[in-house]
């Protein structure tokens, strides 16, 4: 009894070390990126600005017919260095609001500029403004899934290729904070 409850102690602090360390890593990385979006943001103040925010109607659920409610997808574009056949840099929105900076500067902007590239970016469902609730009970969050999400992100690309007509162009995404996606989404 003596040895396992020593044991069981030690497996406590082992927990606690671990969640500690997830935790201040978690923190540190929102502050880095914070610093690295304020510096953006002090380089570009005017560009930043001027970044309009588009809406896309999006299904609550992109796998059942008999449920039709939609909300609105935030998105932005960036068409500043694009030319006809050059490639779309899609900036897939993560656990956080998007901002229009993503579309305004950093590396894809820079891709974008060498390669004659159009730059969007879709916030991720339930995050920011992309909300299909006002609350978040847990009834609601059932569509919360990251197959909903890669759906989602189908409709966006398909949704972008018509109208900004980007057939015969080829697509590449960034994302943040999105483990689960593996692929980018390419229109068929």
Same mark, same amino acid.
């Given at each position: 009894?003596?040895?396992?409850?020593?044991?069981?102690?030690?497996?406590?602090?082992?927990?606690?070390?671990?969640?500690?360390?997830?935790?201040?890593?978690?923190?540190?990385?929102?502050?880095?990126?914070?610093?690295?979006?304020?510096?953006?943001?002090?380089?570009?103040?005017?560009?930043?600005?001027?970044?309009?925010?588009?809406?896309?109607?999006?299904?609550?659920?992109?796998?059942?017919?008999?449920?039709?409610?939609?909300?609105?997808?935030?998105?932005?574009?960036?068409?500043?260095?694009?030319?006809?056949?050059?490639?779309?840099?899609?900036?897939?929105?993560?656990?956080?609001?998007?901002?229009?900076?993503?579309?305004?500067?950093?590396?894809?902007?820079?891709?974008?500029?060498?390669?004659?590239?159009?730059?969007?970016?879709?916030?991720?469902?339930?995050?920011?403004?992309?909300?299909?609730?006002? !609350?978040? $009970?847990?009834?609601?969050? %059932? *569509?919360?899934?990251?197959?909903?999400? =890669?759906?989602?992100? /189908?409709?966006? +690309?398909?949704?972008?290729?018509? !109208?900004? $007509?980007?057939?015969?162009? %080829? *697509?590449?995404?960034?994302?943040?904070? =999105?483990?689960?996606? /593996?692929?980018? +989404?390419?229109?068929?």
């Amino acid at each position: 009894p003596l040895r396992f409850a020593r044991s069981m102690r030690i497996f406590a602090l082992f927990v606690v070390l671990c969640v500690a360390s997830q935790a201040f890593a978690v923190v540190r990385h929102a502050n880095l990126f914070r610093r690295y979006e304020a510096d953006l943001l002090a380089e570009n103040p005017v560009e930043l600005e001027d970044s309009p925010t588009y809406w896309m109607e999006t299904l609550l659920d992109n796998f059942d017919a008999q449920e039709t409610r939609t909300f609105l997808s935030r998105y932005y574009v960036n068409m500043d260095n694009y030319l006809d056949g050059g490639p779309v840099l899609l900036y897939i929105g993560g656990e956080a609001a998007l901002r229009s900076s993503s579309v305004q500067s950093g590396e894809i902007v820079e891709t974008a500029q060498k390669h004659n590239g159009l730059v969007v970016a879709l916030e991720h469902r339930y995050y920011g403004e992309s909300q299909p609730f006002s !609350t978040f $009970d847990t009834p609601n969050l %059932k *569509w919360l899934t990251s197959q909903q999400a =890669l759906a989602d992100l /189908a409709r966006f +690309v398909q949704n972008i290729t018509e !109208t900004y $007509d980007v057939q015969d162009s %080829k *697509w590449f995404c960034l994302w943040w904070f =999105l483990p689960w996606c /593996a692929k980018c +989404v390419v229109p068929p």
